[in-house]
């Protein structure tokens, strides 16, 4: 049986050797701290100095608001003057009225007037007297929008036969009577009777 030879360290080396083990130890902490403490450090000056750009994760600010404009409005022009309208439709109290004053316009279905002023009440009439036929016309309108001819109260007869009599209504406004004649015929419908027409309607507008 072979003899065990004697141990090569005692309690001391082991000692000695658990004290260096655990001052590695403490040295590799403090070191490990001392990196981590300073990567923090350099993070934070690298950020607030602009060294490093922001991730891609970093949501985006939305896009500034434009502001709204409002679409321009429809452009709105004054001529400066009395507007005339394209057309009056019969007027049921005109037609009413020259029914009474000149009853053979009572058969005849009204039609319009091709022009007349703003504001203005009016009816025609095809009519038949005789021989003769045309188009009696009767327009009630305010004295001031009356159209250039017929602003006057007066009797004209025009060379074309027709004959026109105009008459200041009780109210205010002007009474026009126009007999015309078609085309073909001798003269106009009526014409020894138009200024009695106009003088009855004034009487009544």
Known sequence: MRAVPPASFDEGDVSTASRRITARRRMTATAGGTVVAAAVLVGGIGVGAGWFSPSSDTVA????????TAAPGPRIESTGGTPRSTGC???????????SALPEAGSSTPTSVRSCPTGAKAAAFS????ATAGRVTVVISPAGAA???QSTPGDVQRPD???????????????VVLSEPESG??????????ANVAGDLATRF
């Open 147 to 149: 159209q250039a001819g």
């Open 127 to 130: 009519l038949r007297d005789g």
């Open 61 to 68: 600010s939305p896009p500034p608001a434009v502001p709204l």
């Open 161 to 175: 036969g027709a004959q026109q009599s105009v008459r200041k209504a009780r109210s205010g406004k002007l009474v």
């Open 89 to 99: 439709q019969p007027d049921a109290a005109v037609v009413a009225a020259v029914a």
């Open 185 to 194: 015929s001798p003269g106009a419908p009526f014409v020894s009777r138009v």
